[in-house]
C-alpha cells in the first residue's frame, strides 16, 4: 500500500520558503496550509510584508497565491492556476520590484516581492524549471 506522509507538503514548503530573507514569520509557514498532502512545494516567494502574509507558491501541479488573513484565521488560497497553463515568468527590476506569471487563458498572475535578491532568484529558478522540467542545481 502507498501512503502519504501528511508532513510531506509542510516539510517541502518549509524547505522552499527558507530559501527566502523573510520565512521566519508564523503567518508565512501557516500560508503553506492550502497545500495538499500529496502536493510537493518546489518554490515560495513572499509578497511585501504585512500583516496578512501572501506567498507564491509553486508545486508539481499547481501554482497558489496563498494569504493568512490574521492570526486566528486560516490559510487560503486566493488564486490556484494548474503548473500546465504557466507559460513565462517576467521580473522588473526596480525601486518597486515586479513580478508576472505569464498564464494560457486567464489573466496573468502578478506579485510584488519582499525583496529584489529573492524575486531574482525565485523568478530564475522558474525560468529554468519552465524551460527543463527541473529545478537548478
Do not use: C
Not at 517541502?12 to 503553506?32: I, K, P
Not at 519582499?114 to 529545478?135: I, N, P, Q, V, Y
Request: glycine share 8%; proline share 5%; net charge positive.
Amino acid at each position: 500500500m502507498n501512503t502519504v506522509d501528511p508532513r510531506a507538503a509542510d516539510n517541502g514548503y518549509a524547505a522552499a520558503l527558507s530559501h527566502n530573507e523573510l520565512y521566519a514569520d508564523l503567518g508565512l509557514r501557516r500560508t503553506g496550509d492550502v497545500l495538499e498532502p500529496s502536493e510537493r512545494a518546489l518554490l515560495a516567494l513572499p509578497a511585501v510584508a504585512s500583516d496578512a502574509p501572501t506567498v507564491l507558491i509553486v508545486t508539481d501541479s499547481r501554482v497558489v497565491l496563498s494569504r493568512v488573513g490574521g492570526w486566528r484565521a486560516r490559510a487560503k488560497a486566493l488564486r490556484s492556476i494548474p503548473a500546465a497553463k504557466v507559460r513565462g515568468v517576467e521580473y522588473q527590476k526596480g525601486a518597486f520590484t515586479r513580478l508576472r506569471l505569464l498564464v494560457d487563458g486567464e489573466r496573468d498572475l502578478r506579485l510584488l516581492p519582499h525583496r529584489k535578491d529573492d524575486a531574482e532568484r525565485f523568478a530564475g529558478e522558474l525560468d529554468h524549471l519552465l524551460r527543463t522540467g527541473s529545478l537548478p542545481g
